[in-house]
């Protein structure tokens, strides 16, 4: 069972969680993949999502794929993302992650790459190739960016801790003969915009 945090404590989810042998690794990740097919609506899973204290999870997305005391070796290309956890369900946030990473575990010699990165030349593929290429990075990249969200859980990261502000702020522009109030310490002015550029540049401030 996944520990909703948003109703129950979850003492796990901001905890580095600790390395476990491969063969304790294996048997971890079967009961976490049993968790995510009987939900049916996840990608990925992390132990300590379901109260297990151990460097573990794992990964949907293209393939199964399991991670034991993984750890990112490189990371390339910073894209902006917008992921959801099973853990905060309805709470999707705004994040950065990596189009391209590169990860060892303990299970496995050398590494693995996970990446978005167009593989060829596509442009002398028809418009469906095209189109079937497209949504295959699109799936890779997701597929990146599931790993480094679980690898996040591993190290006792929440997607919250990476929301980022998306927010477009425009500065406005005042007119030369706006009525703006400026104020230093006690002191409080109003007068036209172009009049007060002497005293913003003693120091004053709009309010």
């Not at 905060?88 to 496995?108: D, L, M």
């Not at 702020?169 to 007060?196: F, H, S, W």
Request: aromatic letters at 6%; a negative charge; one cysteine or more.
């Amino acid at each position: 069972m996944v520990i909703d945090c948003f109703k129950e404590d979850n003492p796990l989810i901001q905890k580095k969680l600790k390395e476990v042998s491969v063969e304790e690794g294996l048997e971890i990740a079967t009961k976490l993949f049993e968790i995510l097919n009987e939900r049916g609506d996840g990608i990925g899973l992390a132990a300590n999502q379901v109260g297990i204290d151990a460097q573990v999870a794992v990964v949907n997305v293209r393939e199964p794929l399991i991670l034991i005391n993984p750890k990112i070796v490189s990371k390339e290309n910073e894209i902006p993302y917008y992921e959801g956890c099973l853990s905060f369900p309805g709470k999707g946030v705004h994040t950065k992650r990596y189009e391209t990473i590169q990860v060892e575990t303990a299970q496995v010699e050398g590494s693995w790459i996970f990446s978005g990165v167009s593989e060829g030349n596509n442009e002398s593929r028809g418009s469906w190739e095209k189109d079937k290429s497209n949504q295959d990075r699109e799936l890779r990249i997701l597929e990146a960016v599931c790993v480094q969200h679980e690898i996040d859980h591993l190290n006792g990261m929440r997607i919250l801790d990476r929301q980022v502000d998306t927010t477009i702020r425009v500065e406005k522009k005042i007119g030369r003969n706006q009525l703006v109030t400026i104020k230093k310490g006690d002191a409080v002015k109003v007068l036209k915009y172009k009049k007060a550029q002497n005293f913003l540049n003693q120091g004053w401030e709009i309010e």
